[in-house]
């Protein structure tokens, strides 16, 4: 059983919102949360940007990253990092004029593939050298339909809006798939009219896409878990684990960390956004669980289908939680 969870994410800058897109975040943290005593700590911290930045205001966060051969591959908005999980060593740095915005990054087949949401493709590099061996667009077009393959756009703060806003991949059937949060689907990167609806006419986004047992499990920003049947390609369970409680976490879900049958949960802290239609769930008799209205990871038993436990983050230490990462704490070489 897995006694510690790594939550990737970051805390906000004071003034971010007034700032303006993709300025939101000055500190990007890798934090890790002891399940038994709930003591949370900071392992990684990023304050400040470099040349793979821009200049002024960099968004700094680490967002939803995967562990392989006891090694932690973790994104930030424009670069991926390699540390050695004993000791938390950053050992490689891969970028590249096309990553921007990285959400997640996954190793699959021997490729590291990473979500470029800002310019809606997906990258597939080396995991050796870094380099790239081909960019697919999520939506089936030309992979520089509507961006300058000669541009950094490293360097923007933002390229919204987004086609498709690619934000998470997974494999199936022997393909990489991706969930795209603007067609609240996910999707064949092979083939793109390969989907799986995951549209409750809500305007929620979706994010993650998981495996629990033979089905996929999808999260949306309010908290609603979406559970998919792979082989038929649709939705056939919708679970609200906060159904018959009259309040939930205030804060936007995203991250996810599925052990048996406990799914671990993220909440960001609420901040300031222009995509108000996707919060209109706040208005259900929302509560803070502990002191405030910090990040948080809510743990439910898909037994019984209820939240048995939650885990806050203390004051300024994490705002928003991207991916959640089982750690032992006790890792070896």
């Known amino acids: 059983m897995t006694n510690k969870l790594l939550l990737s994410g970051g805390c906000l800058r004071p003034n971010g919102f007034e700032l303006g897109e993709g300025k939101y975040y000055q500190s990007a943290r890798l934090v890790e949360l002891d399940i038994k005593t709930k003591v949370c700590r900071i392992v990684i911290q990023q304050d400040e940007g470099g040349e793979h930045y821009p200049e002024e205001h960099p968004n700094l966060q680490f967002t939803n990253g995967c562990i392989v051969n006891k090694m932690l591959w973790l994104p930030t908005d424009t670069e991926i990092h390699l540390y050695r999980l004993s000791d938390f060593k950053l050992t490689n740095v891969i970028s590249h004029p096309c990553f921007h ?68 991949v997974f494999e199936l059937d022997d393909q990489v798939w991706v969930t795209r949060c603007t067609q609240e689907d996910a999707v064949n990167l092979s083939l793109v009219t390969d989907r799986i609806d995951i549209n ?36 056939i369970e919708i679970i609200d684990p906060f159904h018959n409680v009259t309040n939930r976490p205030m804060g936007w879900c995203r991250g996810l960390y599925i052990e048996d049958d406990m799914f671990y949960i993220g909440f960001s802290k609420l901040r300031k956004t222009s995509m108000k239609s996707r919060l209109k769930f706040l208005s259900q008799r929302n509560f803070k669980y502990a002191s405030g209205n910090n990040a948080l990871v809510v743990k439910v038993d898909m037994r019984s289908r209820k939240v048995v436990d939650t885990f806050e983050t203390p004051d300024g230490m994490l705002d928003a939680i991207y991916g959640i990462l089982p750690y032992d704490g006790l890792i070896n070489g």
């Not at 310019?119 to 081909?134: A, S």
């Open 101 to 168: 915005n990285i959400h997640s990054v996954n190793l699959i087949k021997g490729e590291l593939v990473v979500t470029s949401t800002g310019l809606d493709n997906v990258v597939f590099c080396d995991p050796e050298t870094g380099k790239i061996k081909r960019i697919v667009n999520t939506e089936g077009k030309e992979p520089w339909h509507r961006f300058d393959p000669n541009i950094d756009y490293r360097k923007y703060h933002s390229t919204r809006p987004h086609d498709s806003h690619p934000n998470f």
């Open 200 to 235: 409750l006419g809500n305007d929620k986004g979706v994010h993650d896409g998981l495996w629990w047992n033979d089905k996929l499990v999808f999260t949306q920003v309010d908290g609603v878990l979406l559970l998919c049947d792979p082989v038929k390609r649709e939705m």
